[in-house]
């Protein structure tokens, strides 16, 4: 049984739309067909560029939809031979790493006891962390182990990174970290 975009809509909107909708997926109603279409709508005269998921090192192909500038929707790339148009829940979800209204776009520090979140600018926090970057490393440098071999490392930092950071990035961080003697460095990326 096929349903039409205006029954489909009909039943979503109502106030016994939600009874009514779940009652025609549970009777076998196939809205296959009005989903495609109103993804269709949803796409039609938006611009799309081809991309990669940044969330693992599978690099599945997506397509980016935009409208004016603003993105309306991510989808994988059929084209893809990784992923042959899917995308695992993480990667459906990309569309969330940019539009997002929940995302903090602050610095927020919270300091050791206390309950709420304070806004730092962006200076006063990379001042804090340089701070305590240099004080913890000058407090654990070790330069030779026991054995006298020459390593000039400490062992009370380490780096994480996500598979979102870009290339750039990485090869700075990795130039900094290796600079500061830190040897615990761990990054999705496959450094
Ligand atoms: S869609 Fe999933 S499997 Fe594919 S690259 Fe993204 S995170 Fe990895």
Known sequence: M????????RLSVGAAGGTALAGLVGSGVNLGPVVAQA?????????????????????????IYTVNEQIVNIEGDPRSPHNEGTLCPK???IFQLHVNPNRPIQVLHR??????WEVWDLDRAM?????????????TFIDKLPNGKLVNMTPAIFALGGATLEVEFNHLCQKLMRGLGIVAIENQARI
Do not use: H, M, W
């Not at 001042?127 to 407090?139: A, I, P």
């Open 2 to 9: 096929e349903v039409s975009r205006r029954d489909f809509l």
């Open 39 to 63: 993804q269709e709508l949803r796409i039609k005269n938006a611009k799309v560029t081809p991309s990669v998921c940044p969330y693992c090192s599978v690099g599945c192909g997506t397509l």
């Open 91 to 93: 990667g459906a979800a």
């Open 111 to 116: 300091a050791p006891g206390a309950s709420e």
């Open 127 to 139: 001042s804090r962390v340089s701070e305590l970057v240099k004080k913890t490393r000058d407090e």
